[in-house]
């Protein structure tokens, strides 16, 4: 069913919440301010007890990293959805205030991005990310005895086959680059298991007034333990997603993740096209119809710089 907005905040009204705001809305729902310091969020897809697990995370994330991080106070289902009430948070989106990519002072758009990303792969993944799940699948992304690289390749291989007839007639030579794919996933050297956020937007980091990031929100759409150069991969493409620039985007990227912290840009390009393939058909099922990323990662996948990674 397509959503409006008044549906949604009635049941909000439900709960006993008379004047709510919308603030943003994702892949995993819409969120609503409540005042007296509270946020609601509306959850498209998730279960009550995947949003416990969720609450979990939350609670052994907290202190770990130098932003705030979300908290849930509690747990309803006044309809068709589940609903979270949490603490609202400091800080303004990214996107609200950053430069666009090429505008004078872009860079501390950058800065404020890598540094966020960094931050990350110094955290050690808790021990309740072994049972999470991750986009709308039932079972753990990895739990434990499954090493990073089967747990990647066997997600990327289930969400090719589930949506393989929309990708392949829009992919040049689409089987040979999947193919090649789980080869060059295969000689990847196993990494040190970092948490990994998944969905590092530009709408997702609150800053200060200075551009200094004070908050990450939104972990659970792909929060696993795994490689945190999967991290860095992943938050390239969708800092800047729909941007006719994206490539560029993305270069300017892997450059200074090559620079700081050591990445190698091939295998930075490889769980690019890893991440898009798993994210192409992510809102598939959005209640709200919002664009497919179809077309997003038949762009990477016949780019140049891919024809000759996995050709």
């Not at 849930?72 to 609200?96: A, F, K, M, Q």
């Not at 999947?178 to 980091?205: C, M, Q, Y």
């Not at 004070?214 to 992943?234: K, M, Q, R, Y």
């Amino acid at each position: 069913m397509s959503l409006s907005d008044a549906f949604l905040q009635e049941q909000l009204h439900s709960l006993g919440y008379r004047e709510v705001e919308q603030v943003a809305i994702g892949m995993q729902g819409a969120v609503f301010r409540l005042g007296g310091e509270k946020v609601a969020k509306i959850w498209f897809h998730a279960g009550e007890s995947e949003l416990r697990t969720l609450g979990e995370l939350y609670a052994a994330l907290d202190g770990r990293l130098p932003y705030r991080t979300p908290r849930v106070l509690d747990l309803h289902r006044p309809g068709p959805y589940w609903v979270t009430i949490e603490e609202e948070l400091p800080g303004v989106p990214l996107h609200t205030v950053a430069p666009q990519f090429g505008d004078a002072g872009w860079e501390r758009m950058r800065d404020c991005v890598v540094e966020v990303v960094e931050a990350l792969a110094q955290v050690e993944a808790p021990a309740v990310l072994r049972r999470t799940t991750v986009l709308d699948e039932p079972d753990p992304f990895r739990p434990d005895g499954v090493s990073w690289i089967d747990a990647l390749s066997g997600l990327v291989r289930r969400r090719v086959a589930r949506f393989g007839d929309q990708l392949s007639p829009v992919i040049d030579d689409f089987e040979t680059k999947i193919e090649n794919l789980f080869g060059l996933l295969s000689d990847l050297k196993e990494p040190e298991t970092r948490l990994v956020h998944g969905d590092v937007t530009a709408g997702n980091i609150l800053v200060d007034g200075n551009l200094r990031p004070v908050t990450l929100l939104d972990f659970g759409l792909l929060t696993v333990p795994g490689d945190p150069v999967f991290e860095a991969a992943a938050t390239a493409t969708v800092i800047d997603l729909w941007s006719p620039r994206a490539r560029e985007v993305e270069a300017a990227f892997d450059t200074e993740f090559a620079a700081r912290l050591g990445y190698d840009t091939e295998q930075l390009l490889g769980y690019r096209c890893a991440y898009s393939l798993i994210i192409a058909n992510a809102h598939d099922q959005d209640p709200y119809n919002r664009d497919t990323h179809v077309p997003l990662t038949a762009n990477l996948l016949n780019s140049p710089q891919v024809a000759a990674l996995l050709s």
